[in-house]
């Protein structure tokens, strides 16, 4: 049985992560997809909660945005398709194509998405970045856009869609 320690000093086996809490080490016999998912819901977690504190008075209540009358998790499935958008300008293909996108939650008209570049030291983090916001707050259906950074798991080719990845040959 593999045990994995959690930042609030709980463990847990690789089969069964639990609902909260941020992982500081794994073991290296863990399974890196159950451990890779749990980080990745876990850091989305933790944006969505943090932005919610900081919100601020300025923050208006906006007009109510269409995608929000259809059924719950369509919006965020709609803001998901709109940054079919922001394009890696180095690949001239989208981030959700390339598998760059890691999640998107949205609660209360705040959008927390995580997002990843190919390589640590992609000089087109900012960028990335900055694009996401930029579409996201263009859809009229957030206030506010928190993303972060991360690299782990590590992007691989894998990450890619069928078609992307047919469009490089692989």
Same mark, same amino acid.
């Given at each position: 049985?593999?045990?994995?320690?959690?930042?609030?000093?709980?463990? @847990?086996?690789?089969?069964?992560?639990?609902?909260?809490?941020?992982?500081?080490?794994? +073991?290296?016999?863990?399974? +890196?997809? !159950?451990?890779?998912? *749990?980080?990745?819901?876990? %850091?989305? @977690?933790? =944006?969505?909660?943090?932005?919610?504190?900081?919100?601020? %008075?300025?923050?208006?209540?906006?007009?109510?945005?269409?995608?929000?009358? =259809?059924?719950?998790?369509?919006?965020? +499935?709609?803001? @998901?398709?709109?940054?079919? #958008?922001?394009?890696?300008?180095?690949?001239?293909?989208?981030?959700?194509?390339?598998? =760059?996108?890691?999640?998107?939650?949205?609660? #209360?008209? !705040?959008?927390?998405?995580?997002?990843?570049?190919?390589?640590?030291?992609?000089? &087109?983090?900012?960028?990335?970045? #900055?694009?996401? #916001? @930029?579409?996201?707050? $263009?859809?009229?259906?957030?206030?506010?856009? &928190?993303?972060?950074?991360?690299?782990?798991?590590? *992007?691989?080719?894998?990450?890619?869609?069928?078609?992307? %990845? $047919? %469009?490089?040959? *692989?």
């Amino acid at each position: 049985m593999t045990v994995c320690r959690s930042a609030c000093g709980s463990s @847990r086996t690789s089969r069964s992560p639990p609902a909260s809490s941020t992982p500081v080490d794994r +073991d290296s016999s863990c399974s +890196d997809m !159950v451990c890779s998912s *749990w980080i990745v819901r876990c %850091k989305l @977690r933790s =944006l969505v909660f943090t932005s919610l504190l900081v919100q601020t %008075k300025t923050m208006s209540s906006g007009p109510l945005s269409i995608t929000s009358l =259809l059924d719950p998790g369509s919006e965020a +499935d709609q803001l @998901r398709e709109q940054l079919h #958008e922001v394009i890696d300008p180095e690949l001239g293909v989208d981030i959700v194509s390339l598998g =760059l996108l890691y999640g998107l939650e949205l609660h #209360e008209r !705040v959008a927390a998405v995580l997002i990843t570049t190919t390589t640590p030291a992609c000089p &087109m983090g900012s960028y990335l970045t #900055e694009e996401v #916001e @930029r579409v996201l707050l $263009a859809s009229g259906s957030v206030d506010r856009v &928190m993303v972060e950074m991360t690299h782990y798991p590590p *992007w691989t080719p894998e990450m890619m869609s069928a078609d992307t %990845k $047919a %469009k490089f040959g *692989w």
